[in-house]
């Protein structure tokens, strides 16, 4: 009986794979692509939107109208997450991660001691991507060298432990090198997981050897990744250092300053525009972003989010904010029509006006095993 069937299926498949005896074929592997599109829609004043079916949305892919899809049951889907978090000492300046005590009678003698460490919200932010079965997260620190610091795992109390105890590096920051080692983590997870990329770091990058801004660009654009970043800037971190340097008493982590708004891409002043750029040159437009604000750059591509903060207290205000701007994602997608390798541009519109944004994703890049090319056989 089996020796039936698989005759008759080889019968079936050597038309179709170009095995005709005697004869040159001329054969195309193709496969079907589905391209995902996370987006978050906000009303006038930032709050999220709330009850939207996927009639509600229009998606073009290279000006070409797509059916969408509408994952209703999102929060089951496997997520795998990498944190990549700049670990120098400038960090920890800025979040206030040292606390003070008497020296002796003179309250002018205090000395720093470490207290609970600054990072420790990050987990909290992050643990429910970790809820679906299957979910997983792996956290990369750098400075002047990139380093995993916890491979994929689910232990959501593993994850913490080194998240509180990640080492205080130097004072350089590679973000480029560590976004690239974090890109190829998730480009090896299964594909059917929902890829989270989270960057804590400042805006530019000091020292990156392994890639440049137009390749990293690219290589973030290939991937179906959320990106959510909290920055702080280097005139922030500097200015803070020298406050340290020259005051005993404690400053880090009292000041009560507004929580800044998360930004987008083509929200501020150096991306205005980008976003009605075909993909290549968006791609190279949010490089020459990245050069001065890797977060923004980012952002314009892959419809993601950042929040600048100076302190413990609007860091733990970002964590909370993208931490419930990413569970309240509509997670939509499509077949796409023609998977050709190479840039695609998206748009992602609202079906009907409704005085409300939508921030996803401006392009995509199929991979290029995703078509083959033409093949012959003797």
Not at 125 to 149: C, N, T, W, Y
Not at 268 to 275: C, D, L, M, T
Request: charged share 15%; glycine share 10%.
């Amino acid at each position: 009986m089996w020796r039936c069937s698989w005759s008759f299926l080889l019968l079936v498949l050597m038309p179709l794979l170009g095995w005709t005896q005697g004869t040159a074929t001329t054969t195309f592997h193709s496969q079907s692509t589905v391209v995902l599109v996370p987006a978050l829609v906000v009303d006038q004043n930032g709050g999220v939107v709330f009850g939207l079916t996927a009639q509600d949305f229009v998606i073009k892919d290279n000006g070409v109208k797509q059916t969408v899809h509408l994952d209703e049951a999102s929060d089951s889907k496997p997520v795998s997450l990498v944190v990549v978090v700049q670990t120098s000492r400038r960090l920890i300046d800025v979040l206030g991660g040292n606390c003070v005590h008497p020296g002796g009678d003179d309250p002018f003698a205090r000395k720093p001691s470490r207290c609970e460490n600054p990072l420790r919200g990050v987990g909290l932010m992050l643990e429910p991507f970790l809820h679906a079965p299957g979910s997983e997260m792996a956290i990369v620190g750098f400075d002047s060298q990139v380093k995993l610091r916890q491979p994929f795992t689910s232990d959501t109390g593993m994850l913490a432990q080194k998240l509180s105890e990640l080492p205080e590096g130097d004072s350089s920051n590679v973000i480029l090198d560590g976004l690239s080692y974090a890109a190829g983590l998730l480009q090896h997870r299964p594909p059917d997981h929902r890829r989270v990329l989270v960057l804590i770091s400042e805006l530019r990058d000091h020292g990156s050897t392994t890639i440049t801004y137009d390749e990293i660009a690219r290589r973030l654009v290939s991937l179906n990744t959320e990106f959510y970043a909290i920055a702080y800037s280097e005139s922030t971190a500097d200015g803070l250092a020298d406050l340290l340097q020259s005051m005993s008493a404690p400053i880090l982590g009292s000041r009560q300053a507004s929580v800044p708004q998360p930004m987008r891409g083509s929200g501020g002043p150096p991306s205005q525009g980008v976003g009605n750029l075909p993909l290549v040159p968006l791609i190279h437009a949010a490089a020459e972003v990245m050069k001065t604000n890797i977060p923004q750059g980012i952002a314009d591509l892959t419809g993601g989010e950042y929040i600048v903060f100076d302190n413990a207290h609007t860091f733990d205000a970002a964590l909370g904010t993208l931490g419930n701007h990413a569970q309240n994602r509509y997670q939509l997608s499509f077949q796409a029509s023609n998977p050709a390798p190479g840039p695609h541009k998206l748009e992602v519109l609202l079906s009907r006006g409704m005085g409300a944004t939508v921030i996803a994703r401006t392009g995509y890049w199929p991979n290029p095993e995703a078509t083959k090319s033409v093949e012959s056989r003797p």
